[in-house]
């Protein structure tokens, strides 16, 4: 079973503080997301990354940054919280295969007070 | 620009009846695939089915079928004899390119939200 795991349910952090997301995949996979869920907005995609220290802009990429330095492991950085980065963020991990989905974590409700 | 849209926020429906919820998508790309996510109120993202834009005839997984025409640009989720664990929100996603230009990456829709009434 694949499992992708992210290192918090719940976070409370204040304005300017610097976090940090963990999300890690033991299926040995290529791909790693990271999006945040907003109501009436979807998913949207933030980076993404294919290979060990290779990182993709998504579409809201503004007050993020990423790393991945193990092909297991893609961290999420809010360089300095505020409030508007209040929100559910997604991990997911996928093979290279075009027909296979991506499998997700549980996800990390993040509040920036 | 590659787009999916989910026209219905919310839906109710009957226990043991069927339920469609829509979902159009826009794209330039002749090789494209389609997902159908399930998120309960726990959160997580839960697979249904999938879609491939060559295959020739609709997905089924269980009570989970698509009705996919290609013509319209439409893959809607069909979910047959509701349950009451099936209120959840789902979401319709499309991943472009094939092969070397596959990044995986996924485009969602907005969400439908379901209630089965008992």
């Known amino acids: 079973d694949v499992k992708v795991t992210q290192s918090s349910r719940y976070l409370v952090k204040r304005t300017g503080e610097k976090v940090f997301l963990e999300c890690v995949q033991d299926?040995?996979?290529?791909?790693m997301f990271w999006y945040r869920q907003d109501p009436g907005l979807g998913l949207r995609l933030i980076y993404f990354?294919?290979?060990?220290?290779?990182?993709e802009k998504g579409d809201i990429p503004e007050g993020y940054s990423v790393s991945r330095e193990k092909k297991e492991r893609f961290s999420l950085i809010l360089e300095s919280a505020s409030t508007n980065q209040t929100s559910m963020y997604l991990c997911?991990?996928?093979?290279?295969?075009?027909?296979?989905?991506?499998?997700f974590g549980p996800g990390t409700r993040l509040t920036v007070l | 620009a590659q787009k999916i849209t989910q026209t219905q926020p919310g839906m109710f429906v009957q226990e043991k009846e069927a339920v469609t919820l829509d979902c159009t998508y826009d794209?330039?790309?002749?090789?494209?695939?389609l997902f159908w996510y399930k998120q309960p109120s726990s959160g997580e993202m839960i697979f249904l089915i999938y879609?491939?834009?060559?295959?020739?005839q609709n997905a089924t997984e269980g009570r989970y079928s698509l009705n996919f025409q290609k013509a319209r640009k439409s893959a809607n989720l069909v979910i047959s004899a509701s349950q009451l664990g099936d209120s959840a929100m789902y979401f319709c996603a499309m991943r472009e390119g094939y092969g070397s230009s596959n990044t995986g990456k996924l485009i969602f829709g907005q969400g439908t939200t379901l209630q089965v009434k008992p």
């Open positions: 997911a991990s996928s093979p290279p295969d075009f027909s296979d989905t991506q499998y």
């Open positions: 879609q491939g834009s060559y295959d020739q």
């Open positions: 299926m040995d996979h290529e791909n």
């Open positions: 990354s294919y290979d060990v220290k290779m990182k």
């Open positions: 794209t330039s790309d002749p090789s494209y695939g």
